[in-house]
Nanobody, 119 residues
Framework: QVQLVESGGGLVQPGGSLRLSCVAS????????MAWYRQVRGKARELLAV???????NYADSVKGRFTISRDNAKNTVYLQMNSLIPEDTAVYYC?????????????WGQGTQVTVSS
């Protein structure tokens, strides 16, 4: 069973930075992609950034230029560096790993970490 554990959330002032970490119980290189999402209560979960096995990245327009997804294969860890934070970035942030076996995709989620941007 794959387990993902996020950490690094907290309270930060507008304009500040945070780095989120997502540690996987197995090799992250075994996954086809890793991604970060966020969710505000009462709203749909929003895809923020994707990093595929080949190292290609994609970002949502809302975070492009401010957030960076990266990985450390040796530590089985994916990061989300968040800069220039604004109050609208306040949400619970989730890490997701996706494995693909033939026509079937398997998604694994972490438990989430709260990020609050406020003065």
């Amino acid at each position: 069973q794959v387990q993902l554990v996020e950490s690094g959330g907290g309270l930060v002032q507008p304009g500040g930075s945070l780095r989120l970490s997502c540690v996987a119980s197995g090799s992250i290189f075994s996954f086809n992609s890793m991604a970060w999402y966020r969710q505000v209560r009462g709203k749909a979960r929003e895809l923020l950034a994707v990093l595929n096995r080949g190292g290609n990245t994609n970002y949502a327009d809302s975070v492009k230029g401010r957030f960076t997804i990266s990985r450390d294969n040796a530590k089985n860890t994916v990061y989300l560096q968040m800069n220039s934070l604004i109050p609208e970035d306040t949400a619970v942030y989730y890490c997701k790993a996706q494995a693909v076996n033939g026509p079937t995709a398997y998604d694994y989620w972490g438990q989430g970490t709260q990020v609050t941007v406020s003065s």
